[in-house]
């Protein structure tokens, strides 16, 4: 098949890519890189700034480009909003997708309006990044979230793709579950992929004398993504146990160094408020790191996993973190077998060959 990838979060269509390409099939992958992650793709739409003279250049060369973007058997977006362009601008573009190829699948890959009001129900989730124990998080970049998918021109496009769409695949259990309600019959779960031939397994063979925590930081979002808290869970097991913790601390970098850094960690925090590992916690765990974040029942019950449950689950306070990490380092004991656990995840769930056979195995259904 043909198959046209659109739009870029965290390395998942790049992988996706390779994936269906092993298996023989010809893709491209066009994407602005994710921004300053810059992850290579085969057509660049980057918008340099949000200035006038960079914006009608990014218009120009995406309309160029996508006027190209025929005959293809499947088209998948990465979410309402795949290019960084007014959100007209992506309705338009959507239209032309589908008139111009065989069939255009909806990612649920990231924020959107079906997610946003699945958090602000409170009878969907447990908690979730908008309310922790049935009350407001407050967080002010809830606020944005509300004002950009929320009764607003964002929210018409993207009903207008769900039901247009030939099928919805969502990557994240939470994803899943706001799409659900309405989109069961032509929606899938899809795990993330992770090509592990790329990713060296370094398992911690041996207990460490200190345990190395590592935290990644987007400053832009590093509230929403609860690091704030996870931090200060840190700094406060730091304080009390200073000859067995090391705390590394990396902030907004590109995925390379990102990667070389995280190589030399024992434990990984990641993502507060999830269900579920995203794509940096499962590098992580493919590397041989124990990750400490989303890994709900929930998730593991979608993934039909009875037995290996490898992620150090947390609830979204500096208590319940603070709690979980003491865990680790009064039973440190623990890591090696975490380990080793982590990594069989994902192999057993992400392989970047295997996930691309789910793909194509929905996208090929009759809808």
Not at 232 to 261: F, M
Request: proline fraction near 3%.
């Amino acid at each position: 098949m043909r198959i046209l990838l659109i739009g870029e979060y965290s390395r998942v269509h790049l992988t996706l890519a390779e994936g269906l390409r092993v298996l023989g099939h010809e893709v491209v992958v066009a994407s602005d890189g994710d921004r300053f992650k810059d992850y290579p793709r085969d057509i660049d739409l980057t918008r340099k700034s949000s200035g006038f003279i960079d914006t009608l250049l990014c218009l120009v060369s995406v309309f160029n480009k996508f006027s190209k973007f025929k005959g293809y058997d499947v088209v998948q977006i990465i979410n309402p909003c795949f290019v960084t362009l007014n959100v007209r601008i992506n309705q338009y573009l959507y239209k032309q997708l589908k008139k111009n190829n065989k069939r255009v699948f909806l990612g649920a890959f990231g924020d959107d309006s079906y997610w946003v009001r699945a958090c602000l129900a409170k009878n969907v989730f447990k908690y979730s990044e908008f309310f922790v124990d049935g009350k407001s998080t407050n967080l002010q970049y809830n606020q944005k979230l509300e004002s950009l998918w929320i009764n607003s021109n964002r929210e018409i496009a993207n009903n207008e793709m769900a039901v247009s769409s030939d099928g919805i695949v969502a990557c994240l259990y939470e994803y899943y579950k706001s799409y659900e309600p309405y989109y069961s019959e032509k929606l899938a779960y899809i795990p993330l992929p992770i090509n592990t031939s790329k990713i060296e397994f370094q398992p911690i063979d041996r207990i460490p004398d200190r345990i190395n925590f590592f935290i990644g930081i987007n400053k832009d979002r590093s509230e929403y993504k609860g690091t704030d808290v996870m931090d200060r869970a840190l700094i406060r097991l730091a304080r009390k146990y200073p000859d067995q913790v090391v705390v590394s601390r990396v902030e907004s970098v590109g995925y390379d160094e990102y990667q070389k850094l995280m190589m030399q960690a024992h434990v990984v925090l990641d993502q507060l408020y999830s269900y579920s590992p995203a794509m940096n916690a499962l590098l992580a765990m493919a590397q041989g790191k124990v990750v400490v974040g989303g890994g709900e029942l929930e998730m593991y019950e979608l993934l039909d996993e009875e037995e290996n449950h490898p992620i150090i689950n947390v609830y979204p306070t500096e208590d319940d973190v603070f709690n979980k990490l003491e865990y680790i380092v009064l039973n440190k004991y623990k890591i090696p077998e975490l380990s080793q656990n982590g990594r069989l995840f994902v192999d057993k769930h992400h392989d970047f060959i295997s996930v691309a056979r789910q793909y194509l195995n929905f996208w090929g259904e009759e809808k």
